[in-house]
């Protein structure tokens, strides 16, 4: 069960909630309590605090204990923050080389970045993790993580909460200003209890508790852009590596970051590895505010699946398998909403046989599967039985290789290798798209983080098309064992403990390379002849010109959707390169009209006559209502509408990318995530919004007068203007912005920014 409160509620002694609603209660409990000073009571509140660089508490300053980046993010971080005046790293950088670690894309690309990133982290003072050696977030937890820190990652599931730390994942610009001295600048966030009561039944793992969370809070909202504080007495039943992987699948929810109390197991888990010095208890104090409280009652979660596209598409396994036919008809009918292609018929149903569903592939990977007790229970499981030799596969991803020594010294390896399975090295690949694209037509279970449209890599506009559903491990040892058979874990179940778990760090001894606090600056940082630039970007004029170049009515826009993953993560170094993928899987002709309006901005910074002759009539009717408004001195840029975009990863190649081909806004109803909103700002773009149904379509242009004074102001009500036969007025605002962000904006980009402001 699980139980969403309406409003706030108080935690008496870290076990009784009180709805604030029940004024009976509150006053018989704890008489009439001040909620501002109870607000202080949460763990979030402290770690926030002592964190907090600024006087106000209300606008907060953050400065983070460590930064981490993997090798799709780190070079375009390096290099913005070198074009910004980078001198040395002031705090832990990890730099991880999990996603690209294949180096089978792309001619030299991979592997260039890989020499680039062990240069900086020797020129800079870094820490360099090669490929195959760890995912990104199992190596902060093994490293890194401790109670009471706060972590940024370049990677959206930056998510270290069961270790006592809040981390959070952002877009590069975010990470470069930490690089730079600069601050992480949000208002005090809101902060929700989930509460965790009891323990889970046999064959129920993390990735079934985090899916049954994430279906009930993801559509509603309830917990975007605030704290998710895990308390109760049931986090002290589960195991801290099993309570890593439901942590990290919060990102899935759209919070903001997440913290948990802490116990003897998390110091258990510090001691074993080698880090006994950085726990310290974590508990809400005896009287905790919370603005909302999500209950969870452990023992009343079954074995879920989050069948395609997303994350938040939960069932119960038996609830699925007791509706096949009806439950596969609705994802059918979802897949042609999302390719818009009449031409793919997304073929569930065919996967029905004998009542029950066939499944083609399946997955246990990465920073949620790829763990050691997951990858124990799944390898006990399957001790003894057979996958097939049928077109069903499952592969088996460490997420380092301490799990993975581990899991050869004890046999856990061995039986899953008996059984069929593929076992492969620490690897991202699978929850992006990069690794184990299944066949068109096919479904993939997965113990990853995500399963969005194209996230595994299919390509709908050519003609490809499959589906992933996220499972946990058990569930997918037990689905491997039934030879490809969907099943519940609960089949096999029984009271099973993992064993212990001796951590054996001497890979990382032997191969990373440590170097904060010991930069070189005379080190030669190589760059590959991929790796490029920034190209140069314009300072805001007090006029500008947006064309539509996309419009997207989509109730959710993702990350993925903006800038594909996969394989065209081969040009990230080259920004004007990958931009050429930009909204590729989406709207194929938006990168041509984004170089059209581009190449009308150009000219009109060479003062050529060319911007007069094609936008004569626009200017036209623009001068017509203001006469002082001159061609030559209105910056022109593209502009994507969506509803709600950057939903997913915290790449900021989805903002970068459009800016490079000229972007200069997004207007929306609202933004799926604070990450993507700040990319679009930290790359000079403005992050509009508007309360009312887009009266325009792409090839529109929308006329935006003295914007910089706008943007100066109380951004609440923009006028703009629809551009047509007639001149249309339309409302536009953007939410608070810092004061470094409206700079940010008018320079037109970070780096313009901080080059300014050396």
Known sequence: MIKLYEKGAYLLNGREIIDETDFEKVAGKI?????????????????????NKSDDLEDLRIKFDALTSHDITFVGIIQTARASGLDKFPVPYVLTNCHNSLAAVGGTINEDDHI????????????????????????????????????????????????????????????????????????????????????PRPGVGPQDIALAIIGKVFKNGYVKNKVMEFVGPGV?????????????????????????????????????????????????????????????????????????????????????????EDILRGVEEEARKITNNPNIDYDLLSKIKNNKLHVEQAIIAGCAGGTYSNIMAAADILKGSSTGSGEFSLSVYPSSQPIFMELIKNGAMNE?????????????????????????????????????????????IQGQMSGVALMDARSIAATARNKGILTSAEEFARDYEVPEYHYDDSAYRSKVYKGFKNEDKDEELILGPNIKDWPEMSELTDNILLKVCSKIMDPVTTTDEL????????????????????????????????????????????????????????????????????AEETEIGSMIYAIKPGDGSAREQAASCQRVLGGLANICEEYATKRYRSNVINWGMIPFQMKESPDFEVGDYIFVPNIREAIDGDLNDIKAYVVGDEIKEISLYISPLTDLEREIIKEGCLINFKRKNK
């Open 563 to 630: 800038i594909p993953s996969g394989e065209t993560s081969s040009y990230r170094s080259n920004p004007l390169g990958l931009a050429e993928f930009t909204l590729s899987r989406r709207d194929p002709e938006y990168v041509g009209r984004s170089k059209e309006v581009r190449e009308l901005e150009l000219a009109r910074k060479d003062k050529s006559l060319e911007v007069e002759g094609k936008l004569a009539k626009v200017f036209e009717k623009i001068s017509n209502k203001f006469a002082d408004v001159k």
């Open 236 to 324: 002290s039943n589960l195991k801290t590596d099993y309570r890593n992987g439901i942590d990290v699948m919060t990102t899935e929810t759209t919070c903001l970051t997440s913290i948990w109390r802490t116990d003897e197991d998390t110091k258990e888990f510090l001691r074993v590895h080698k880090r006994e010095e950085d726990y310290k208890e974590l508990n809400p104090e005896n009287l905790a505010y919370y603005d909302g409280i999500v209950y969870v009652d452990l023992s009343e979660i079954k074995p879920m699946i989050a069948l395609p596209f997303h994350p938040s598409n939960t069932y119960t396994i038996d609830e699925l398998n007791e509706n096949l």
């Open 416 to 460: 899953i290798m008996a059984s069929g399975a593929a076992v492969k090295t620490a690897f991202c690949g699978p929850c992006f798209g990069a690794g184990d694209t299944p066949a068109n037509n096919a479904l993939s279970i997965r113990h990853t983080t995500r399963n969005f449209p194209n996230r595994e890599g299919s390509k709908p």
């Open 31 to 51: 008489g009439n309590p001040d909620k501002e000073e109870a607000k202080k009571g949460t763990i979030a509140y402290g770690i926030l605090e002592a964190h």
């Open 116 to 199: 680039f990133g062990l240069t900086a982290a020797k020129k800079y003072g870094g820490i360099y993790v090669p490929p195959h050696m760890a995912v990104i977030h199992q190596y902060m937890r093994e490293e890194m993580a401790g109670c009471g820190k706060m972590i940024l990652g370049s990677d959206s599931h930056t998510r270290y909460g069961a270790l006592g730390t809040m981390a959070i994942g952002e877009g590069g610009g975010e990470l470069v200003k930490q690089i730079l001295g600069d601050t992480y600048d949000i208002k005090y966030p809101e902060v929700v209890g989930i509460y965790l009561d009891n323990k």
